[in-house]
């Protein structure tokens, strides 16, 4: 059976005035959502519907559902109550402070998985890039507690699980064989992190991670914090080895912090080669400013896909980040200088895996029959406005159903 949903504000096209100043322009529309979950009819507002059971949306705004790239579902200490963090260091004080309550962690992490799932479908995202530890204190029980959470909201989201080797692939002799039973077991993607910082050995650690890859024909998602030279190299190294031993995956590079002390002329050339082997960057945009970007802009212009995610938040790492998609946004446009309305627009693109309502030419490419029926629903004029002023109550549908928080 299909739903009808009146009255939802839709952006149209723009309109630029004699001083070069832009506003979008939007409509109020009819859109009816056929039973499997896709857009079936859209209508003028004015066309009269007959239906009693339509969902009248009030003039809410619609945006493509929010795409939450780069989390850690198994960390968080929501629903644990109030815990800071304890002052490291180094990464690995950090790493050993985090190996020590595992274990006490461990006993729930299908409650704190839930509770930051629901925290996303709240803020309208419904598709969520999981990290999940695979180490040698617990093993792969994170990973059957993530897998649980996941499965019960599945009506109202999509997921990826990357298999995390949070505490290194080489230190610990068992974790390939870990990772290789984690990718038997539900994960979905082969993780990675820092060959050089944590693991000591670009060339083996990258060439174990390439043979368990190929092994199970899987992505490979890295975390890669090291910067300068080390960090550039490590990347590089990559992209020549998947070109050598024809790795048929595809790879995304998170956080790439190698790439922000490149001179322009070198990053440019650099999302070049990103560009031609396909890959993804992953970021999650410095929480202070003090902290320097990636040069997502140079990178989107060359064609590099460029996602933003919120990572870990509320745990051993960090007592901050609220935890939304669109903030990451908001964030980066405010650190760039960005405030134009096209300018803060077109950014939508960076959480919705490039979709937006317009597209740079200011015509409307989004939604049209047959999409999937997956917005987030705001109270704001245009995408513009929702990413500089952050609305706060947000409702979402996945493929035509509301998420009704439990």
């Not at 004699?18 to 079936?40: C, M, N, P």
């Not at 309208?124 to 180490?135: Q, S, W, Y």
């Not at 050995?201 to 043979?211: A, H, Y």
Request: aromatic content about 8%.
């Amino acid at each position: 059976m299909s739903t009808w949903l009146r009255n939802v504000r839709l952006e149209i096209g723009e309109t630029t005035y004699e001083d070069g100043s832009i506003q979008t322009r939007t409509d109020l529309f009819h859109i009816r959502v056929a039973k499997e979950g896709v857009i079936q009819t859209i209508i003028p507002a004015t066309e009269d519907i007959s239906e009693t059971d339509a969902i009248d949306m009030e003039g809410k705004l619609a945006l493509p559902a929010f795409k939450e790239m780069h989390n850690h579902l198994d960390k968080t200490y929501l629903s644990l109550g109030w815990r800071a963090c304890r002052p490291v260091k180094s990464l690995s004080e950090r790493l050993a402070l985090e190996a020590a309550e595992l274990e006490e962690l461990a006993e729930t992490v299908e409650q704190r998985a839930s509770a930051m799932i629901e925290l996303h479908l709240r803020n309208g995202v419904n598709h969520i890039r999981t990290h999940v530890n695979i180490d040698p204190f617990i093993r792969l029980r994170n990973l059957e507690g993530v897998k649980k959470a996941l499965k019960a909201y599945q009506q109202y989201l999509t997921y990826e699980i990357v298999a995390f080797p949070q505490h290194g692939l080489l230190p610990h002799e068992e974790m390939p064989d870990l990772l290789r039973q984690a990718l038997e077991s539900g994960a979905t993607i082969l993780g990675g992190l820092d060959p050089a910082g944590i693991d000591k050995d670009i060339e083996k650690s990258l060439q174990v991670t390439m043979d368990i890859a190929k092994e199970y024909n899987v992505d490979v998602d890295m975390h890669l914090h090291d910067r300068g030279q080390v960090g550039f190299y490590t990347m590089d190294k990559w992209l020549d080895m998947v070109k050598e031993q024809d790795y048929k995956g595809t790879t995304a590079f998170s956080h790439a912090f190698g790439l922000s002390n490149l001179t322009p002329h070198m990053q440019k050339r650099f999302a070049k080669k990103l560009a031609e082997h396909n890959v993804e960057i992953m970021s999650t945009i410095p929480i202070s400013i003090n902290s320097q970007l990636i040069p997502i802009d140079i990178l989107r212009g060359e064609g590099v896909q460029v996602a933003l995610g919120c990572d870990g938040f509320f745990d051993s790492w960090s007592p901050f980040v609220p935890g939304d998609v669109l903030e990451k946004v908001h964030n980066f446009c405010d650190y760039t200088g960005k405030s134009s309305e096209r300018s803060l627009r077109e950014s939508l693109c960076l959480i919705t895996q490039g979709v937006t309502p317009l597209n740079g030419e200011g015509e409307q490419v989004w939604p049209m029959v047959g999409d999937d029926a997956s917005f987030v629903f705001v109270d704001a004029s245009c995408s513009a406005e929702a990413v500089a002023r952050l609305p706060k109550k947000r409702l979402l549908m996945h493929k035509g159903k509301l998420f009704k928080q439990k």
